[in-house]
């Protein structure tokens, strides 16, 4: 069974920093990333990383964010840094087959059920 499971979302003062975790089960990724959608937002791309660490950014996060994954472990991580209120965001784990690392909430076939990430000013 095809199964992604997100961690460590929480609330953080503006400045901060938290670390998202994604544990995936029952399919062999290609590629995974992060989306983060906020009330009343597209769910908008955040990074994404392939089997052999190719990554890409959204521009807001670049310098901040940090995307990287364990494939023994199955595991996929954000670290986030310096955290602004227009971050706040239920984030999301996905996974799609192939190697392009994409951020286009479209390419990606699986899905999270999403963590809570709140920055307060």
């Known amino acids: 069974q095809v199964q992604l499971v997100e961690s460590g979302g929480g609330s953080v003062q503006s400045g901060g920093s938290l670390r998202l975790s994604c544990a995936a089960s029952?399919?062999?990724?290609?590629?995974m990333a992060w989306f983060r959608q906020a009330p009343g937002k597209e769910r908008e791309g955040v990074g994404s990383?392939?089997?052999?660490?190719?990554?890409i950014y959204a521009d807001s996060v670049k310098g901040r964010f940090t995307i990287a994954r364990d494939n023994a472990e199955e595991m996929l991580y954000l670290q986030m840094n310096s955290l602004k209120p227009e971050d706040t965001a239920k984030y999301y784990c996905?996974?799609?087959?192939?190697?392009?690392?994409?951020?286009?909430?479209?390419?990606?076939?699986?899905w999270g059920q999403g963590t809570q990430v709140t920055v307060s000013a």
């Open positions: 996905a996974a799609r087959p192939g190697r392009n690392v994409r951020l286009n909430p479209s390419d990606y076939d699986y």
């Open positions: 029952g399919y062999d990724y290609d590629t």
């Open positions: 990383i392939n089997k052999v660490g190719s990554t």
